[in-house]
C-alpha cells in the first residue's frame, strides 16, 4: 500500500513516500481515519500482515470471521466448510428474494377488475302495486275529498269499545 494524499489546489494525488506500508505502518499512520475503521481489530492486521499460503489464509480467515460474526469455534476445515455452507445459503437466500420480488411485481401487474353483470329484469320496485301503500293512498284521498280525520274517528270508535287499531303500534 502506498500513501497517497490530495491537495486542495491540485485534484491528482500525491505519492507520500516511495516504498509501500507494511499492515503496522499503515494502521499507525491512518488510525484516525474514520473510513478506515475495517482495520481497528488487531487481529484482522496479524491476519493481513500474515506470511502464510493462500489455503492456509483461507482457513484462518474462517476461523476468524465464524469466530466473530457468529461466535462459534471451530477446526480449520470444518471452518472452510461451514463459510461454503454460509455462502451457498446466501446465495439461495438472494434467489429466493429475487425470486419473491418477481412474485410480487406479476402481482402489481394483475389489477383488480370487477365483475360486470347487467340484471335480466330492468324493473325497479314499483311502490304503487304495493295493497298496503295503496289502501293508504286512499285512506288520504279520503280525509282531503271529505275533511275526515281518519284516525280520529277510530279513536272515538274506540272509547265506544270497538277495538280498531292498538295504540302502541
Not at 505502518?25 to 481515519?33: D, I
Not at 446465495?91 to 340484471?119: N, R
Request: glycine letters at 4%; zero cysteines.
Amino acid at each position: 500500500i502506498q500513501g497517497q494524499q490530495a491537495k486542495p489546489d491540485n485534484d491528482k494525488p500525491k505519492l507520500l513516500r516511495d516504498t509501500p506500508y507494511t499492515v503496522n505502518e499503515f494502521l499507525n499512520e491512518y488510525r484516525g481515519n474514520h473510513q478506515l475503521l475495517f482495520v481497528q481489530n488487531s487481529r484482522t492486521i496479524d491476519l493481513l500482515d500474515s506470511d502464510m499460503s493462500v489455503d492456509e489464509f483461507k482457513e484462518e480467515w474462517a476461523k476468524y470471521a465464524l469466530k466473530e460474526r457468529f461466535n462459534i469455534t471451530l477446526s480449520g476445515e470444518d471452518a472452510k466448510n461451514a463459510v461454503n455452507i454460509l455462502k451457498e445459503m446466501n446465495e439461495k437466500g438472494l434467489q429466493d428474494i429475487e425470486s419473491a420480488e418477481e412474485e410480487k411485481d406479476d402481482t402489481k401487474e394483475k389489477k383488480f377488475t370487477p365483475i360486470q353483470a347487467e340484471s335480466k329484469n330492468t324493473e325497479t320496485y314499483d311502490i304503487t302495486k304495493d295493497e298496503k301503500f295503496s289502501f293508504l293512498l286512499k285512506l288520504q284521498e279520503l280525509e282531503r275529498e271529505r275533511g275526515i280525520d281518519v284516525l280520529r274517528i277510530m279513536q272515538k270508535l274506540e272509547e265506544n269499545g270497538k277495538k280498531v287499531f292498538d295504540k302502541k303500534v
